[in-house]
């Protein structure tokens, strides 16, 4: 995926991506990247396909249908549809998902509350009564595995589905480095101390705007106590007994992989 300046989308050949209701629209299994724009009526608040990135030499625009009309597609949810495209795919709905969830959520100034329009060339909605400009949000998250003499450390969040274990994850609050971010949301969540931090590797988590910053990370003392709000199951766990584990396309499954290979 290459992203590019909206004026600087010229290839000969596009690609359209539907979105209705929030979800992926395709016309087989295989099928999400449409070689035709759809006749199908938009939401207002974008009217005109939107050009996402370019992909394999096409460039590729978003088109987002309006709910209440019968579309003869397949809808697909967003985690779906990237748990089984190649990364480069994947890569490029993630950005398509955040950027409609942002354009739909920001149709007025956040500084005088006027409707806003989308900016004639950046990634922007612009509000012509006080000349404010908002631009995508992105979320900073650190997301970490560590290890220990135990295996490595997986909770439960209370938002999960039952069974289903994962790293430590959190938001980096304002004034905060990524790495201080680390140690804070382990010591709240399971209240334990960790040292040699190793950057891996981020990824775009598009639901709905957040930037994952994965670590990984060696137990250095405490014992585990869950903080019993986000995280209300936590434990050490190794290659031979393992729970449910998130989907391999995610930052989280590739953490989990590096630390159970270490502690073979």
Known sequence: MHIKNRSEATSITSRYIYMQGGNIMSATEDTWLHTEA????????????????????????????????????????????????????ADLLARALQLSHWLRDHQYCGRCGQATQLHKSDYGMHCETCAHTQYPRLSPCVIVVITGPKGILLAHNTRFPAGRFSALAGFVEAGETIEAAVHREVREEVGIEIRDLEYVGSQSWSFPHSLMMGFMATYESGEIQEDGIEIDEADWFNPDCLPDLPPKFSIARQLVDIGLAKSV
């Open 38 to 89: 759809s006749q199908l009526s938009h939401v207002a608040w974008l009217e005109q396909p939107l050009f996402v990135a370019e992909l394999d030499g096409e460039d590729v625009y978003l088109q987002v249908l309006e709910s209440d009309q019968e579309c003869q597609l397949v809808s697909h949810h967003g985690r779906e549809m990237m748990s089984v495209l190649p990364a480069a795919q």
